[in-house]
């Protein structure tokens, strides 16, 4: 069985710091692209970071880029994102996602209907 599960959210101070992880069962993700998106309140679902396990080619939307890192641990089959400098507008609901070889293009990656797996989330909450 497919599965996903995300952990490591909880509430944090505005310029704090978490580290999501993503551990993977039933498929190995070297073979994968894994995404990290967040739902926010009254916002769309937004794809944040992705990281090819193949190859270690790695994405972030402006939102996030210089703040997020992610990276993987394949022994583990397990994908992380290292969140630095939390801000109000970071809170949300985060996710992670998998499917195998997509275009590696940033507007297919960060399309949330691309990816064949999910985790059920992990609630991230930045206070000011």
């Known amino acids: 069985e497919v599965q996903l599960v995300e952990s490591g959210g909880g509430l944090v101070q505005g310029g704090g710091s978490l580290r999501l992880s993503c551990a993977a069962s039933?498929?190995?993700?070297?073979?994968?692209?894994i995404g990290w998106f967040r739902r926010a309140p009254g916002k769309k679902r937004e794809g944040i970071s992705c990281i090819k396990l193949s190859n270690g080619n790695t994405y972030y939307a402006d939102s996030v880029k210089g703040r997020f890192t992610i990276s993987s641990d394949n022994a583990k089959n397990t994908v992380y994102l290292q969140m630095n400098s939390l801000k109000p507008d970071d809170t949300a609901v985060y996710y992670c996602a998998a499917v195998n070889n997509p275009a590696w293009r940033s507007e297919v990656i960060t399309e949330s209907s691309v990816y064949d797996y999910w985790g059920q989330g992990t609630l991230v909450t930045v206070s000011s």
């Open positions: 039933g498929f190995a993700i070297d073979d994968y692209v």
